[in-house]
């Protein structure tokens, strides 16, 4: 795709040591789709350079870029923004549900407490919600929390260079993540929503959304139905057939919640022990923390549609059971 650059910038996690942003070359200036994180070390100025040279590469000058579309505001993608901003001027468009984590970066101790008390409710020994919560402020990881000076919907179109994108809103991973879609070309900017070798995270984060899993499952469908060509992943090589990949990570969730069903077939689990079962018991605390986000997810979807119950235990944790189908089809 002519004008389309991809930039592979550092990231400080093993096991995700690469994030893709994209540039979009147009005569006038350019635009660029995420911008990397802000590492909390002085070396390479947070970053900074490694996104400088990658510009360059590509004969863009940081003052060259006129807009900043951030797919979601995860730190890997959002973090680099307030400097971007700051140093180029650039305009920032992202979707408006990305006040909620913008909201949590300003105050992560209250987002902090919610979570502690999520997990303590779900069996989550005291312990361990410490430890697991231990490294949730990601604030060192964003140069500064900055607003959009364009919030976006959905629907709207992006004219760089040649092209068109189209802005397609697929909450799931996150609740404000976007993909660029050029119909001409059949190809998708899908930030985190469809990766080529990992299903993406879904996690469970009282009072950002109901229901995740559905979310991103509908995201899913949208994007299987525009059957992409070319994907352009916010992880990795850019790859083809975005369709079946959609198809692939829906069942891979399918599988999921079919084997969450199978655990609490016999009597009732908490939340902390069907993540034990469905996970294993030997996760680092990172592990650990993301599969009890995801089991949560998954068991809020299953309630959602009537095929669990939730039920409090004499200790006031949580506990969860099938549903009785005779007393659901009376409507009782």
Known sequence: MPGVFRLVLPLPFPGLDRVNAYLLTEPDGATLVDCGIFAPSEEDDHGWDALVRSLEVCDVAVEDVSRLVITHTHIDHYGMAARMVERSGC??????????????????????????????????????????????????????????????????????????????????????????????????????HLLAAITPHIDFRRGETDDPLGEFLASLDKIEALDPALVLPGHGRPFDDGGGRARVIARHHDRRLGSILQVIRHEPRSADEITDEIFGTTLLNFQRRLALGEALAHLVYLMERGEIERIEREDGTFAFKKADRRARDRGD
């Open 91 to 192: 305009e920032l468009w992202m979707h408006k549900a990305a006040e909620f984590d913008l909201g949590f970066y300003r105050n992560p101790q209250d987002t902090i407490a919610r979570l502690r008390k999520t997990f303590a409710e779900h069996g989550v020994g005291p312990t361990e919600v410490q430890e697991l919560t231990a490294f949730e402020d990601w604030s060192p990881f964003i140069s500064g929390v900055v607003d959009a000076g364009t919030w976006l919907e959905g629907g709207e179109e992006i004219a760089a260079g040649s092209r068109t994108w189209q802005v397609i809103h697929t909450p799931g991973h996150s609740s404000s993540h976007i993909c660029l879609w050029a119909p001409e070309e059949r190809a998708l900017l899908s930030g985190d």
